[in-house]
């Protein structure tokens, strides 16, 4: 059984397409590796033994007669944040208690077209408002790998937690994810797997649980660099009941895979050299360097000067759109209520207890940053930001540059309950800090692994695109996946 | 919003003026219109907008706010927005921007209210008032100022009689789209205030862009009203919001105004406000000052594009737009020779004025005018009955002014004709065969009766050699003997030969 969820997303494809195994058995064999992982690692909130088995038959039964979609009979874990018809939707937050909507996400419904099967709702940080998986309301995933010769418990990174933390554990064949300000490159560099954040407007946010919406923007978890590709392929579409989503064929990305880098120029920025930056990520930012060069690449040294501002503005855009986004829970229609003494009393109570803490204080910056006297101040400012990083980064790409090479995080994966991040909630946003420029460009951001810290931790390097060069970023990531090679936990849970 | 400077377009005339005990007062007032766009689903989700149809049935997951929803602008109502923007002779910006408004209700799902703040989609317009008739039948018209006009998603309702503790909520309104058409301060009583609301209406009944039902709640005013000394500085205004009808808002006005004036002769001040009117009391009442005024944290909706569309789409509607009131006026008085005073009535109503023309084709148009004014219209009333539902067809009506033209028959027949046609029905022209109505123009016959009256009055003949004026007496005699079917111009001629004078 545990061979079958060894497989990669391409190897259990081609196995079940050539009648070697069914969709029912690598089905039954994830459906056990979660109930007796996930005690441990809590990287479900809702599993769906019966639904995945009626749609890995459904998928046998295509199978058999050679028909089916791209992903046909593969099992797949969906963070908590895409809307699934019938089934768990809460954003991992109180406040959407028993939420089961009547409607299917773009994103999940391409997945299922295709012929996925669904494992069950992935945890993730409430409303995606996170960087550690810590604000669930279903509590912290744990991340499967652990440092050398320590039994301490580490984050998976968030908001993308539980997608991170499955796929690694090989608790699914790959996982959705959504990224706002890092929600997926970052638990995929805590984990070793591979992650992209494709362009803004590629994938559908129709049925996604909104946290920042000019920001948020799904994509696939993966194990390696072509399931990534597979997944993407499959989860990207046109759609007109989201007007932010780009009328654009979805390409082949597999296809890109394999090809060369020679000739590609690529961008180092000076201004991702971090004050106090860990000599372990440094040395893996040179190794990433040498590794393309090695490829045929040229390495630029290019300057992206409003680097500096990008988190602080970041966050107040965000919490800003969350402020607005999140109104809509409000006890009135669906979700949790708390009766009050009238209707105002109503709301309050409900959404004090309803919101944990960091999904309060974000609604509260966001007010803030919108209440008059302040917008000017605040909002138009960090637009303003949002676009000299934008021409930052147009800029580099007029010069000739293809692709941009950074770290994805400052730091490998810390401990769950971290006295420093719990006490200031800026070091924690500091963990954004390579990631959120490419939500505030909307650019395509991929988190590929490169190595392993001087604990045993993996470490990711981040290649950042020009706008729907996905296809440049897979290619660009596969080579370094072929330098670096794949990096697995040992098993402990 | 930082409210656009006040410009005071108007000269103050005394004839407005409300007498106070230190003076006289003049009113300003701005109107902000909120009128319901004619469209078959509502403005970001293809649910229905059908009016009537029961609770909580024309709700999309949308319109309730569902997790994951997002808005996807309705094109017609683009369309609409920008046919009244041309029709109110306003600016149409290529580019407009969709901004939430944020602010908590049971009735607004979303939580906030998807509008146009800084760049709305029509900029500044004018439409002409008429204000009138006054004693001598006259019109005075007025240019009111058009400040802007967005679109904006409607709210759900609140019902709070159902239940004892509890409200229930219905959203079958939530999310239709309104315009907000905005004036400027320019009007200076409650009757231009209704003029222009009148007008208004009538311009969007004309373009079909909103149906102007206040009674359904598809047009409503919020009415700002300030008072001040003649030509003084601009006072303090208090917002009236949600007055449903023509009515209303004037009678609004004129509590409202007079309120300010008595606090501020009492030596108080007008504090910045939301008033409710209440048609009951005919009076208004605070509903929130200035300091539980909302912060709407207005910013631009990150679901929905800047909304941007050519000049070729704008001048495509253009071309297509119907003829609207002021110039089917102007035609009216050039063309076919009527008079301001009836011009103006006909064309308050498109219906009245689409039911005049197809009478007018081919007729007389001053008669046609003359009767539609006096005697349809008249008798509509007294029915009780819309011109929709006019028992006389334009067909009909123009029958019998054909038959008085051709002097079929005589005028007075013509009115008798008309109540049959009104009451009973049927084609006219068989109902003058049939019932012998004909005038008669039979000059022998008109004579032999002529001949008899002269022959037995001859004081009378006498009087009217004298006073040749009193031939008339003649006329109306002749007139009687032959049952008003006499042609009365033959009757007169033949008298004044008779008699001998001119």
């Known amino acids: 059984?545990?061979?079958?969820?060894?497989?990669?997303?391409?190897?259990?494809?081609?196995?079940?397409?050539?009648?070697?195994?069914?969709?029912?058995?690598?089905?039954?064999?994830?459906?056990?590796?979660?109930?007796?992982?996930?005690?441990?690692?809590?990287?479900?909130?809702?599993?769906?033994?019966?639904?995945?088995?009626?749609?890995?038959?459904?998928?046998?039964?295509?199978?058999?007669?050679?028909?089916?979609?791209?992903?046909?009979?593969?099992?797949?874990?969906?963070?908590?944040?895409?809307?699934?018809?019938?089934?768990?939707?809460?954003?991992?937050?109180?406040?959407?208690?028993?939420f089961e909507p009547k409607y299917e996400s773009t994103v999940t419904k391409n997945l299922?077209?295709?012929?996925?099967?669904?494992?069950?709702?992935?945890?993730?940080?409430?409303?995606?408002?996170?960087?550690?998986?810590?604000?669930?309301?279903?509590?912290?995933?744990?991340?499967?790998?652990?440092?050398?010769?320590?039994?301490?418990?580490?984050?998976?990174?968030?908001?993308?937690?539980?997608?991170?933390?499955?796929?690694?554990?090989?608790?699914?064949?790959?996982?959705?994810?959504?990224?706002?300000?890092?929600?997926?490159?970052?638990?995929?560099?805590?984990?070793?797997?591979?992650?992209?954040?494709?362009?803004?407007?590629?994938?559908?946010?129709?049925?996604?649980?909104?946290?920042?919406?000019?920001?948020?923007?799904?994509?696939?978890?993966?194990?390696?660099?072509?399931?990534?590709?597979?997944?993407?392929?499959s989860m990207a579409s046109t759609d007109a009941k989201d007007t932010t989503c780009v009328d654009m064929p979805v390409p082949d990305y597999e296809a890109a895979l394999g090809g060369s880098v020679k000739g590609m120029k690529i961008g180092i920025p000076k201004e991702y050299r971090m004050d106090g930056m860990p000599d372990d990520i440094e040395k893996l930012w040179q190794q990433g360097i040498a590794w393309l060069k090695d490829a045929g690449a040229e390495i630029v040294d290019i300057s992206l000067p409003h680097t500096k501002y990008a988190l602080p503005a970041y966050y107040i855009v965000a919490p800003a759109e969350a402020s607005s986004n999140l109104a809509r829970y409000d006890g009135v229609r669906y979700g949790l209520r708390v009766e009050g003494k009238n209707i105002e009393d109503m709301y309050e109570q409900t959404r004090a207890e309803g919101f944990g803490p960091e999904v309060r204080r974000r609604i509260m910056i966001g007010t803030y940053v919108l209440s008059a006297g302040y917008y000017d101040a605040y909002y138009i400012k960090a637009q303003k930001v949002r676009t000299l990083i934008k021409r930052d980064f147009e800029n580099a790409f007029a010069q000739g540059i293809d692709t941009i090479l950074t770290p994805a995080t400052p730091s490998s994966a810390f401990a769950i309950g971290d006295k420093e991040m719990a006490s200031d909630p800026v070091k924690m946003y500091l963990n954004d800090i390579f990631t959120v420029t490419v939500n505030m460009a909307g650019l395509p951001g991929i988190a590929v692994p490169a190595g392993l810290d001087e604990k045993g931790l993996p470490l990711g390097l981040q290649l950042i695109g020009k706008p729907f060069d996905e296809e440049g970023l897979f290619k660009t990531a596969h080579v370094i996946e072929q330098a670096a090679g794949r990096f697995t936990p040992d098993k402990w849970w | 919003m930082t409210a656009p400077e006040l410009v005071d377009t108007r000269t103050p005339d005394a004839k407005r003026f409300i007498a106070g005990a230190t003076g006289d007062w003049e009113i300003i007032i701005g109107l902000e219109v909120h009128a319901q766009v004619t469209s078959e689903a509502k403005l970001f989700s293809g649910a229905s907008t059908e009016f009537g149809r029961a609770q909580n049935d024309n709700v999309s997951l949308v319109d309730a706010a569902m997790p994951g929803m997002l808005p996807v602008i309705n094109e017609e109502c683009v369309r609409q927005a920008v046919r009244t923007g041309l029709g109110l002779k306003a600016k149409i910006n290529n580019r407009s921007i969709f901004d939430r408004k944020n602010y908590f209700y049971p009735d607004l799902p979303q939580g906030y209210q998807i509008s146009q703040f800084k760049d709305p989609i029509v900029g500044e317009g004018t439409i002409i008032i008429s204000v009138g008739p006054d004693k001598q039948g006259q019109f005075e018209d007025t240019e009111i100022g058009i400040e802007r006009l967005h679109l904006e998603q409607d709210a759900g309702k609140s019902i709070?009689?159902?239940?004892?503790?509890?409200?229930?909520?219905?959203?079958?309104?939530?999310?239709?789209?309104?315009?907000?058409?905005?004036?400027?301060?320019?009007?200076?009583?409650?009757?231009?205030?209704?003029?222009?609301?009148?007008?208004?209406?009538?311009?969007?009944?004309?373009?079909?862009?909103?149906?102007?039902?206040?009674?359904?709640?598809?047009?409503?005013?919020?009415?700002?009203?300030?008072?001040?000394?003649?030509?003084?500085?601009?006072?303090?205004?208090?917002?009236?919001?949600?007055?449903?009808?023509?009515?209303?808002?004037?009678?609004?006005?004129?509590?409202?105004?007079?309120?300010?004036?008595?606090?501020?002769?009492?030596?108080?001040?007008?504090?910045?406000?939301?008033?409710?009117?209440?048609?009951?009391?005919?009076?208004?009442?605070?509903?929130?000052?200035?300091?539980?005024?909302?912060?709407?944290?207005?910013?631009?909706?990150?679901?929905?594009?800047?909304?941007?569309?050519?000049?070729?789409?704008?001048?495509?509607?253009?071309?297509?737009?119907?003829?609207?009131?002021?110039?089917?006026?102007?035609?009216?008085?050039?063309?076919?020779?009527?008079?301001?005073?009836?011009?103006?009535?006909?064309?308050?109503?498109?219906?009245?004025?689409?039911?005049?023309?197809?009478?007018?084709?081919?007729?007389?148009?001053?008669l046609a005018a003359n009767w539609i004014i006096n005697d349809l219209l008249g008798a509509l009333n007294k029915a009780g009955k819309e011109i929709e539902e006019s028992p006389v067809s334009p067909e009909q009506l123009g029958a019998i002014i054909s038959m008085i033209q051709d002097e079929t028959i005589s005028g007075k027949i013509a009115k008798e004709l008309f109540e049959i046609v009104f009451n009973e029905g049927g084609d006219p022209a068989k109902i003058v065969e049939e019932r012998g109505m004909k005038q008669v123009t039979d000059t022998g016959a008109i004579e032999a009766a002529v001949d008899e009256i002269i022959a037995n009055n001859p004081e009378q003949v006498e009087k009217a050699k004298a006073k040749p004026q009193l031939a008339g007496w003649f006329v109306g005699q002749v007139m009687k003997a032959t049952g008003g079917k006499a042609n009365p111009q033959a009757v007169q001629k033949l008298v004044r030969a008779k008699l001998g004078v001119e």
């Not at chain 2, 219905?170 to 222009?196: C, F, H, Q």
Request: hydrophobic share 35%.
């Open chain 2, 160 to 366: 709070h009689d159902q239940h004892p503790t509890l409200s229930y909520v219905d959203l079958n309104r939530s999310g239709v789209a309104l315009m907000e058409i905005v004036s400027k301060p320019d009007m200076r009583s409650a009757d231009e205030a209704k003029a222009y609301l009148t007008k208004l209406r009538t311009i969007l009944r004309y373009l079909g862009t909103c149906d102007g039902n206040m009674d359904e709640g598809s047009m409503r005013a919020d009415v700002n009203v300030s008072v001040r000394k003649p030509g003084g500085e601009f006072g303090t205004r208090c917002e009236i919001k949600n007055v449903n009808s023509i009515r209303f808002v004037g009678q609004a006005i004129e509590y409202e105004a007079r309120r300010q004036i008595a606090i501020i002769e009492d030596g108080g001040v007008i504090d910045q406000e939301t008033r409710l009117f209440d048609p009951n009391k005919g009076e208004t009442r605070s509903m929130r000052s200035k300091e539980d005024a909302h912060d709407y944290r207005y910013f631009p909706d990150p679901d929905l594009l800047p909304l941007e569309f050519s000049q070729e789409y704008v001048d495509d509607l253009a071309k297509d737009l119907p003829e609207l009131p002021d110039e089917k006026k102007d035609r009216l008085v050039n063309d076919l020779g009527l008079s301001v005073y009836d011009a103006s009535i006909l064309v308050t109503e498109q219906t009245i004025a689409n039911f005049f023309e197809k009478v007018a084709e081919g007729r007389d148009g001053k």
């Open chain 1, 1 to 98: 059984m545990t061979e079958l969820t060894q497989l990669t997303i391409a190897e259990a494809r081609q196995k079940l397409q050539s009648k070697e195994i069914t969709s029912v058995e690598l089905t039954d064999a994830y459906l056990s590796a979660i109930d007796s992982a996930n005690e441990q690692l809590n990287a479900y909130v809702k599993v769906t033994h019966d639904k995945a088995r009626e749609m890995a038959a459904a998928s046998d039964a295509k199978l058999a007669k050679g028909e089916g979609g791209n992903l046909e009979g593969i099992p797949l874990g969906i963070k908590d944040l895409f809307a699934t018809e019938g089934v768990h939707t809460q954003a991992c937050s109180h406040i959407l208690d028993k």
């Open chain 1, 112 to 233: 299922w077209d295709d012929g996925a099967v669904m494992l069950g709702k992935l945890n993730m940080d409430e409303f995606a408002m996170g960087s550690s998986n810590e604000t669930s309301h279903y509590g912290a995933v744990t991340n499967p790998w652990r440092a050398k010769n320590s039994n301490e418990s580490l984050v998976p990174g968030g908001s993308s937690g539980g997608s991170a933390s499955a796929v690694s554990a090989h608790l699914c064949a790959g996982a959705t994810a959504t990224d706002t300000g890092g929600s997926i490159r970052q638990p995929a560099a805590f984990t070793g797997t591979v992650g992209i954040k494709p362009t803004y407007g590629r994938c559908s946010r129709w049925g996604t649980v909104a946290f920042a919406s000019s920001l948020d923007q799904a994509g696939p978890i993966a194990r390696d660099v072509r399931d990534a590709a597979i997944m993407l392929r």
